[in-house]
């Protein structure tokens, strides 16, 4: 991972494919941080970080992914994200929904609920953009 600040999070409706991009601006200026991402299976029930309440994700099945390592607030105290922390996309091949699970202490996580037998895998975006892409296929 090439920075430490998650700045969107979006999902790119396709046919064959839907793309979840988690994009990531420059680093902090003096920030010795080493950014960690993974990606994880998930089952529900899920819970919000920290606060332990119901969070509800559709689909028939589930990742995690999750960062750690990350600034989550600039010099000012204002937050680096800040896009929404649910997506619902509709008419997609896969991805129900990207739902922010918690945001504590330098960690960012992140449910991807999917429908379909397919498979999520990641890949990392190129330098200039930074940006993870997590794509959700449907069944073939």
């Excluded at 994880?40 to 028939?60: K, R």
């Excluded at 600034?71 to 739902?99: C, F, H, K």
């Amino acid at each position: 991972m090439r920075s430490d600040r998650l700045v969107g999070v979006s999902v790119l409706k396709g046919d064959g494919a839907d793309l979840v991009l988690f994009r990531f601006g420059p680093s902090a200026p003096t920030s010795t941080n080493q950014p960690i991402g993974r990606l994880e299976p998930a089952s529900p029930p899920f819970t919000m970080d920290p606060s332990g309440l119901p969070l509800e994700v559709p689909g028939s099945r589930f990742a995690r992914v999750r960062f750690s390592g990350l600034i989550l607030y600039d010099e000012a105290g204002t937050p680096t994200l800040t896009g929404p922390d649910r997506l619902d996309p509709a008419g997609g091949a896969a991805v129900r929904a990207v739902v922010k699970e918690g945001e504590f202490e330098g960690v960012s996580s992140w449910i991807v609920g999917f429908d379909g037998a397919g498979c999520v895998t990641v890949s990392p975006g190129d330098a200039a953009t930074s940006i993870i892409r997590v794509e959700a296929t449907p069944a073939s």
